[in-house]
């Protein structure tokens, strides 16, 4: 297990690596010059001559490349491009709203999509199916930032109920909470929609397995059917599912960021493409990176508790 | 000795006649659910939107209008204007042409590359090769699909075509995974082993025996995704990394009507509507003919 977590974690930094690498050179090579980004196009060539030195565009690539990858090793982002802060204290000044967002998105969609899912499943072919397959098809059918979208506009410029706009105090917890409502509803609907349907199927196949049947013609209660043999059985591909969709939801996070003016990464990183900032970019997709490959290894161990068949040598 | 006329198999010959597809294309689509014919009949009415839309709209969809900005639903503009005073109508039907056509000639891009890879790589089974794509093509599926879209852009540059790139890369991952696994079950066949007997070259094992039969499976598989690449593509766009203004396109409607949502919020609640049925149709389709193959779901 031990053994597992390190190998996993080897291969994660080596995946990483190779990213930051592929980032470094693509961008170099083929993004927005930031000296112009930055000076706009009426500079004049001595000008952004002299940005170029002062920003250290002007070294060798390989040996800005060492100079940044010894910076990322010893927990060093660099400055922003633009605005000549450190690019990490950036980072984490506005982490903690993705992480809401992100994190309340995914508890959202567990918590609706599994039950609908499940009753779903249950109640095949009934009203209530019909009704919940269409409700999932319709929000399957757009993507996060619409769904976010209407959520603003019904609740939160019809109805005012909610703040329209921004973050919210962080300090606060009412102003915090009422400005994550509406942006982690419109992730959770989205997550939710996708869980409810891949529960629905992956527990209709359970059903129709041999030991639901003998357990059945045993003379077990269908209660307890559903309880201690489909819903022990169904864990192990509802974590996979978690796995999967919390990546989908950190995507979802950028748009839907956009949408209600939250501050985070995902502002971050739109902000830093159209100012070609290269620095803050490749920091912000090292931190998507490294989310995104830590839940996938957690989601691995994760499987050894919920199914014995499974074991990591 | 067999003669030419001996091997002539018992295929029946088509109707011959400009009607034979169409009615065929007709009785394909009654054997779907009602659900599945309504999707089709939603991505019938896009698809003619988006081939002859732009030839009739009634306005220019870039000309601004001072005098007539944020103005509501009228005989002359159909749908209202926007705060430039642009006809939504005419920006609407045009930005469907933009959105269908680029993520269709996306998707065609990364499954001509994915099955590519994915060929070599499954018959390349057994060394190092296959473990080098497997390997890359993992790490960029652990990026999300917007992600992936950012960086790619970021790369490249804002625009239409990087946009294009941008999905085709995304979706490469899951082409190659794919093909390789079609490709694999292929790979150890009686046909593939004959064609290496009789000394057949590695290239033309994978050109001219199993990419026919991998391009089969792979062209109903693509379909399914063009739904999440028209998300992909309206949320790029929406992030403003796509096509730029004034030229218009689903995605940035909805940005460019946020900033007026309390004045007029038809501009971007419009193409809301358009995305969100033509994906529905989409989906409507793929579950049709999913639910009417899959024995598993079919009667329970």
């Known amino acids: ?313 | 000795m067999i003669s030419s006329q001996n091997l002539n198999y018992d295929v029946p010959a088509p109707k011959s006649g400009l009607l034979a597809l169409p009615i065929k294309f007709y009785k394909r689509v009654r054997s779907l659910p009602m659900s599945g014919q309504i999707g089709v009949l939603i991505l019938i009415f896009v698809l003619g939107t988006a081939l002859i839309g732009p030839l009739l709209v009634p306005h220019d969809p870039v000309s601004q209008s001072l005098i007539n900005r944020n103005k509501g639903f009228s005989a002359e503009h159909w749908f209202g204007t926007d705060a430039f005073g642009r006809d939504v109508f005419s920006r609407l039907v045009v930005g469907t042409r933009h959105t269908i056509l680029l993520t269709s000639s996306a998707l065609l891009l990364s499954a001509g590359l994915g099955i590519l890879i994915g060929l070599v790589a499954a018959y390349n089974r057994s060394n190092w090769v296959d473990s080098l794509i497997c390997w890359t093509m993992d790490i960029l599926l652990t990026f999300p699909m917007v992600i992936m879209g950012v960086v790619v852009v970021a790369i490249l540059g804002q625009g239409t075509l990087n946009v294009g790139i941008a999905i085709a890369v995304a979706f490469l991952p899951r082409m190659v995974r794919m093909s390789r696994g079609v490709a694999l079950t292929l790979v150890t066949s009686e046909f593939v082993e004959a064609a290496r007997a009789i000394g057949a070259s590695p290239s033309r094992i994978v050109i001219r025996h199993l990419l026919p039969n991998v391009m089969i499976e792979m062209s109903s598989i693509s379909t399914l995704w063009l739904a999440t690449a028209i998300k992909t593509e309206t949320s790029l766009s929406f992030l403003g990394l796509g096509v730029q203004p004034p030229t218009p396109s689903w995605g940035l409607m909805v940005r460019e009507g946020l900033s007026t949502l309390y004045i007029n919020a038809w501009p971007s609640l419009l193409p809301v509507i358009a995305i969100f049925i033509t994906i529905i149709g989409l989906n409507l389709v793929v579950d049709g003919t999913q639910d009417s193959l899959n024995p598993h779901t079919k009667d329970h």
């Open chain 1, 1 to 313: 297990m031990a053994r597992m977590i390190f190998t996993r974690l080897l291969l994660m930094f080596m995946a990483m690596f190779v990213v930051v690498t592929a980032m470094f050179f693509g961008i170099r090579l083929g993004g927005t010059d930031p000296a112009i980004a930055i000076q706009g196009s009426y500079a004049t060539a001595e000008s952004i001559a002299f940005l170029r030195a002062s920003l250290g565009l002007d070294e060798p690539l390989w040996q800005q490349y060492v100079m940044y990858m010894t910076g990322v090793l010893t927990g060093d982002l660099g400055v922003s491009l633009q605005n000549g802060r450190p690019v990490l204290e950036q980072i984490l000044l506005v982490l903690p709203n993705t992480f809401d967002l992100t994190f309340w998105g995914m508890i959202i969609g567990v918590v609706v999509g599994v039950p609908l899912g499940f009753a779903s499943a249950i109640k095949r072919n009934t009203f209530w199916d019909q009704v919940i397959r269409v409700g999932t098809l319709a929000s399957i059918s757009m993507p996060p930032f619409i769904i976010a979208y209407l959520l603003l506009i019904i609740f939160a410029i019809t109805f005012s109920m909610f703040p329209v706009n921004g973050g919210g105090d962080m300090d606060i917890l009412s102003s915090r909470a009422s400005h994550l409502f509406l942006p982690a509803m419109a992730l959770g609907l989205a997550v939710a929609a996708y869980i409810a349907r891949l529960t629905r199927t992956s527990i209709l196949e359970i059903l129709s397995k041999d030991f639901i049947r003998t357990a059945r013609a045993k003379g077990v209660s269908e209660f307890r059917v559903m309880t201690r043999h489909v819903l022990k059985l169904s864990w192990v591909g509802i974590v996979t599912l978690i796995g999967i969709y919390s990546a989908v939801s950190v995507g979802g996070s950028v748009a839907i960021e956009l949408v209600f003016g939250r501050p985070g990464v995902g502002r971050l990183v739109i902000g830093a493409i159209s100012q070609g900032d290269f620095t803050m970019l490749q920091g912000a997709i090292i931190f998507y990176a490294a989310f995104v490959s830590l839940v996938n290894i957690i989601v691995d161990v994760t499987y050894t508790f919920l199914d014995p068949r499974i074991r990591y040598t």
